[in-house]
Structure formats: structure tokens, C-alpha cells
């Protein structure tokens, strides 16, 4: 249930991304907040259960090492839209790096998800 819960809010992150970019600047508030609010809430369903899973016992270095990769890009990800939000004319680089990180973001939520799922399988 929780992964498509995650995979619900990551859908809907994307898609209001995708609606922001196509509006520009500047930004409607509504869209705006529910981009973040839904990106989010897929941070916290995906660290919830990993919290979860890893109380059952404990990561291995596979496992770890994704959940961590994850956090990273998920990371990037909100700087990069910080700093792409917060500024009248986006830099290039960081416009890329708001393209690339939600991509990364989910391929490597998706692995850790899987990972986290298939123990001891």
C-alpha cells in the first residue's frame, strides 16, 4: 500500500512539475505548493518505510547504500528547485539539475524500494 501511495505522490509531483514549467514564471501559488507538498510526502512515505523495514533488522550494505543514493538526489532535487524558484532567471545548470534529480530520485527510490521488498528472497 505504501509504495503506491509513494508512487501516486511521485506521479503528481512530476506532472505539477511539468505544469509549472510549461506556465513559467511566475509561479500560480496553488500548483506551486502542491508540487512541493506532493514531493514531499513521497520523501516521507519513502523514509517511513524505510525506518520501517529497517527496525525489522537491520540494512545491509546494498540496501543502505540505495536508500542513501536516494536521499542524495532527493536532496539535489529540492536544492535545485529551491534555487529555481527563488530566483527571477534560472541559471542552466541549475535548470539541468532540476530536470536530471527527480529522475534519479525515483529510479533510485525504485531500487531501494525493490531491494527493501525482495529481503531475504
Known sequence: MIIAGTAC?????F????RLSRFGKPYGTWLFNL????AL????????????????SS???KESAAVVITAVFFLGAMISGGIASAR???PAGVSAAHK??????VLSASAALYFLLTRGM
Do not use: N
Request: hydrophobic share 60%.
Open 100 to 105: 536530471i534529480f527527480p529522475v534519479l530520485t
Open 35 to 38: 508540487h512541493k507538498l506532493f
Open 88 to 90: 527571477r532567471t534560472i
Open 59 to 61: 540494512l545491509d550494505a
Open 15 to 18: 506532472f505539477t512539475g511539468f
Open 9 to 13: 505522490f511521485l506521479f503528481i509531483t
Open 41 to 56: 510526502a513521497a520523501a516521507a512515505a519513502t523514509g517511513w518505510f524505510v525506518v520501517r523495514t529497517s527496525q525489522a
